[in-house]
């Protein structure tokens, strides 16, 4: 258990529709990045947060947002979802400089 | 450009053989860390080590061992006498960036089955 939660584990939706995806970060932990795996993608960095400022942004859609709260959590925004949206979302938490990354169980989101 | 190459994309062995999953870099950075990540069947991604580019000592832990080798720009990584529960795809990362602001550039993954 890396001490990264995410919720919820599992999300069916339909094209057009929008989603949030929710983290809470390890205890101490003050940055959360956001990841999105996909079979044709592999592992893509999609943005950071630290202490609730947008730090890093990777390749993260218009239709995708995502804020850090004050008590740190974290969501993920999904709109106007698309079929190839579907994927597995993981959000990582980790503490000052280069430190590694712990990663939450992920949530897979199914696109219909 | 920031990189991450890992050429092998499945490996099959049989339990007990010893296997190594290579890992080649590329980074404009002269700080730089590197990191490996276990993805087993049930999805979730576990850390594994991190290295340092000022630190080019190799590492053991257990069965597992890594050589980092800045002159080719290779983080490889061995487990010895392999296990069926090591079974999983294997990542290795690059971290870019700098003080707060890193993300991780990550390899496709090796795909190890380790068969009884």
């Known amino acids: 258990d890396s001490g990264v939660t995410q919720t919820p584990k599992h999300l069916i939706t339909a094209t057009g529709q929008r989603v949030t995806l929710r983290c809470s970060p390890r205890s101490g932990d003050l940055s959360v990045y956001w990841y999105q795996q996909s079979l044709d993608q592999g592992l893509q960095f999609l943005i950071q947060y630290y202490n609730g400022e947008e730090r890093a942004k990777g390749n993260i859609l218009e239709r995708f947002s995502a804020q850090q709260f004050p008590d740190l959590h974290s969501e993920l925004n999904l709109s106007s979802l698309e079929l190839g949206d579907s994927a597995l979302y993981f959000c990582a938490s980790g503490r000052q400089g280069a430190g590694e990354q712990y990663f939450g169980p992920g949530t897979r989101l199914t696109v219909t | 450009a920031q990189k991450v190459t890992q050429a092998q994309t499945e490996i099959s062995v049989v339990e007990k053989e010893d296997v190594t999953l290579d890992c080649v870099y590329e980074?404009?950075?002269?700080?730089?860390?590197l990191f490996w990540y276990k993805q087993p069947p049930s999805g979730e991604l576990v850390f594994l080590i991190r290295?340092?580019?000022?630190d080019e000592q190799n590492e053991i832990s257990g069965r597992y061992s890594w050589n980092f080798q800045k002159s080719t720009s290779s983080f490889n990584f061995t487990i010895t006498a392999s296990q069926v529960v090591d079974s999983a795809v294997y990542f290795c990362?690059?971290?870019?960036?700098?003080?707060?602001?890193?993300?991780?550039?990550w390899g496709l993954g090796t795909s190890l089955a380790v068969n009884p």
């Open positions: 290295r340092n580019s000022f």
């Open positions: 980074t404009r950075d002269t700080t730089y860390y």
């Open positions: 990362a690059l971290s870019e960036g700098a003080g707060n602001n890193r993300k991780l550039i």
